[in-house]
């Protein structure tokens, strides 16, 4: 159930990370959400290496923060990313 928590928690962060960091993104809603699932899964993935997020078997909140920080940091590199 790990990468499932994390797929569905990325939809759930990339929305609240479009929210957090507003602003016209290439791609708009979708690649925006996608970037939400990446970041999750990448930070969750951290979070679990780092021993800060442990493992995620269902739903909590430290796993929804970490979540929506992974989801924040790559949408700042992509925005980053496509400046170039």
Do not use: C, E, H, N
């Amino acid at each position: 159930m790990g990468i499932l928590s994390w797929i569905v928690f990325g939809l759930i962060a990339g929305i609240i990370a479009k929210w957090i960091m507003p602003g016209k993104d290439p791609g708009g809603f979708i690649v925006t959400t996608l970037i939400g699932i990446a970041g999750a899964v990448v930070g969750g993935w951290l979070g679990s290496i780092t021993g800060l997020g442990g493992s995620v078997s269902g739903f909590s909140l430290g796993s929804f923060v970490t979540a929506i920080i992974g989801a924040l940091v790559l949408l700042a590199l992509y925005r980053q990313m496509k400046k170039f």
